[in-house]
């Protein structure tokens, strides 16, 4: 052989054996585990989902990117659920909501036209709904079989969370302060037939074992004592709306806390995230507050098949998120471990 053509090959080769090879796509059961909702820093572009097998232990970050030839998931991931074969993910500052396979997280398609995306629910299988907007805000029907909104229902100001609960959704109108209200939806005819006035700045809510609905009012602060109000939880009966009680939580000028609240239906507990903390009352004694853990949080979630508490610590947005995980008696049994940027809840599959 010509020794030039010799040399020539043994550089190809070596060229060749230099490039970095591609990552292989890992294999994960999406069957059974939570989901990490990684809002990632703002304006940043490093949104992503983490997957956690309560079985096995086992956690693999950016799972959205892993799965599909390193994509970006986008610009503040806000919330997710599932319905049916898919999972719908809303990435607020990007505009849009990305629908992947629930088995293999892979990309199917995007729905783009909205303006300010928030938090998705479902509502029946491959129908969901989405707060959108700010003033005015709407709730958005998703048919993910038409891949399209088809249909709009107007609600309150800076519409956040929503539930459904006895066939109807209930959204909770006011982040910043901006509403004191939480509207109700029929969830057949996709028609509002109630607006309750439950206290300035409803931006959470979660449901309790007996199907009543509490909600995390965050206050209104103008820096103004003689416009401010102080956060509280009210609760409300989801059949007939009638407030069933309400407690004062916050302080004026308290910075919009706390910031989430949760329900444990298995202890009766409803827990919430302040400042300084964790906190929690009996859903039978809620005058009765609890410091359950200390520490600076940013996310919440209780799985209800066992009544543990994730809590999620964002770390300033800059670095790794870190997830621990307490039993109700504030046993740590994991963590903190290292998810992604700005972890603030977790989705759940039983």
Same mark, same amino acid.
């Given at each position: 052989?010509?020794?030039?053509i010799?040399?020539?090959?043994?550089?190809?080769?070596?060229?060749?054996?230099?490039?970095?090879?591609?990552?292989?796509?890992?294999?994960?059961?999406?069957?059974?585990?939570?989901? !990490?909702?990684?809002?990632?820093?703002?304006?940043?572009?490093?949104?992503?989902?983490?997957?956690?097998?309560?079985?096995?232990?086992?956690?693999?970050?950016?799972?959205?990117?892993?799965?599909?030839?390193?994509?970006?998931?986008?610009?503040?991931?806000?919330?997710?659920?599932?319905?049916?074969?898919?999972?719908?993910?809303?990435?607020?500052?990007?505009?849009? !909501?990305?629908?992947?396979?629930?088995?293999?997280?892979?990309?199917? #398609?995007?729905?783009?036209?909205l303006?300010? /995306?928030?938090?998705?629910?479902p509502?029946?299988?491959?129908?969901?709904?989405?707060?959108? @907007?700010?003033? /005015?805000?709407?709730?958005?029907?998703?048919?993910? #079989?038409?891949?399209?909104?088809?249909?709009?229902? /107007?609600?309150?100001?800076? /519409?956040?969370?929503?539930?459904?609960?006895?066939?109807?959704?209930?959204?909770?109108? &006011?982040?910043?302060?901006?509403?004191?209200?939480?509207t109700?939806?029929?969830?057949?005819?996709?028609?509002?037939?109630?607006? !309750?006035?439950?206290?300035?700045?409803?931006?959470?809510?979660?449901?309790?074992?007996?199907?009543?609905?509490?909600?995390?009012?965050? &206050?209104?602060?103008?820096?103004?004592?003689?416009?401010?109000?102080?956060?509280?939880?009210?609760?409300?009966? #989801?059949?007939?709306y009638? !407030?069933?009680?309400?407690?004062?939580? &916050?302080?004026?000028?308290?910075?919009?806390?706390?910031?989430?609240?949760a329900?444990?239906?298995?202890?009766?507990?409803?827990?919430?995230?302040?400042?300084?903390?964790?906190?929690?009352?009996?859903?039978?004694?809620?005058?009765?507050?609890?410091?359950?853990?200390? @520490?600076?949080?940013?996310?919440l979630?209780?799985?209800?098949e066992?009544?543990?508490?994730?809590?999620?610590?964002?770390?300033?947005?800059?670095?790794?998120?870190?997830?621990?995980?307490?039993?109700?008696?504030?046993?740590?049994?994991? @963590?903190?471990?290292?998810?992604?940027?700005?972890?603030?809840?977790?989705?759940?599959?039983?």
């Amino acid at each position: 052989m010509n020794n030039k053509i010799f040399y020539l090959l043994i550089i190809l080769f070596g060229l060749n054996s230099c490039k970095p090879k591609p990552e292989i796509e890992p294999e994960i059961d999406f069957s059974k585990g939570t989901f !990490i909702i990684n809002e990632g820093n703002f304006m940043s572009n490093n949104g992503e989902i983490s997957f956690y097998n309560n079985e096995t232990g086992e956690l693999t970050n950016r799972i959205y990117s892993k799965l599909n030839n390193e994509a970006i998931l986008g610009d503040v991931v806000q919330s997710m659920c599932f319905s049916g074969g898919f999972a719908l993910i809303s990435v607020n500052n990007s505009k849009k !909501i990305e629908i992947v396979d629930a088995e293999s997280f892979k990309h199917i #398609s995007t729905i783009s036209d909205l303006s300010y /995306p928030r938090y998705i629910i479902p509502v029946k299988e491959n129908i969901c709904a989405l707060t959108n @907007g700010k003033n /005015p805000g709407e709730v958005c029907i998703i048919d993910i #079989s038409k891949n399209k909104i088809t249909k709009t229902i /107007p609600v309150g100001k800076e /519409p956040e969370n929503l539930i459904l609960v006895n066939n109807k959704i209930f959204v909770a109108n &006011g982040a910043w302060g901006h509403d004191s209200t939480v509207t109700v939806i029929d969830a057949t005819s996709l028609e509002v037939i109630e607006n !309750i006035v439950v206290g300035d700045g409803a931006t959470n809510l979660t449901l309790d074992k007996n199907n009543n609905v509490w909600i995390l009012c965050q &206050g209104k602060t103008k820096y103004d004592y003689s416009t401010d109000t102080p956060s509280r939880i009210v609760c409300i009966n #989801s059949e007939n709306y009638e !407030i069933i009680t309400e407690i004062s939580i &916050g302080t004026l000028n308290d910075d919009f806390y706390p910031v989430r609240i949760a329900s444990d239906k298995l202890n009766n507990y409803i827990y919430y995230v302040e400042k300084s903390g964790i906190y929690r009352f009996n859903i039978n004694t809620p005058e009765e507050k609890e410091w359950f853990i200390m @520490g600076s949080y940013y996310g919440l979630g209780i799985n209800q098949e066992n009544g543990n508490i994730y809590v999620f610590y964002d770390n300033g947005f800059t670095g790794a998120g870190h997830m621990t995980v307490y039993e109700k008696d504030a046993n740590k049994i994991l @963590g903190p471990v290292s998810v992604g940027i700005g972890p603030n809840g977790s989705v759940f599959k039983y």
